[in-house]
Nanobody, 122 residues
Framework: EVQLVESGGGLVQAGGSLRLSCAAS????????IVWFRQAPGKEREGVSC????????YYADSVKGRFAISSDNAKNTVYLQMNSLKPADTAVYFC???????????????WGEGTLVTVSS
């Protein structure tokens, strides 16, 4: 059974930090890239960050570059998204997803988690 489970969301004040986790199971971690998306109310889902566990390459949306950091603990089949200097505009449901590739792209996801809510207050 393939499963992606996000955790770590919550309420934080602007300028604060959160670390999201994406625990993966049921597939070969090294054969996939893990992608973080977010969706705010009334907005389209957007790609936030991606990591290729096979080679460690990382990618970030311009809106979060310099504030967020993605990392992977391959032994735990877990990907993290460290979010610093949070802004109210970061408020969204954050999803992790797996793409059956070793190349990061924000399309053609094979598996999705159910999301974790991040709320950033002013």
């Amino acid at each position: 059974e393939v499963q992606l489970v996000e955790s770590g969301g919550g309420l934080v004040q602007a300028g604060g930090s959160l670390r999201l986790s994406c625990a993966a199971s049921g597939f070969t971690f090294d054969d996939y890239v893990i992608v973080w998306f977010r969706q705010a109310p009334g907005k389209e889902r957007e790609g936030v960050s991606c990591i290729s566990s096979s080679d460690g390459r990382t990618y970030y949306a311009d809106s979060v570059k310099g504030r967020f950091a993605i990392s992977s603990d391959n032994a735990k089949n877990t990907v993290y998204l460290q979010m610093n200097s949070l802004k109210p505009a970061d408020t969204a449901v954050y999803f992790c997803a797996a793409r059956a590739s070793r190349v990061c792209r924000y399309y053609n996801m094979a598996y999705w988690g159910e999301g974790t809510l991040v709320t950033v207050s002013s």
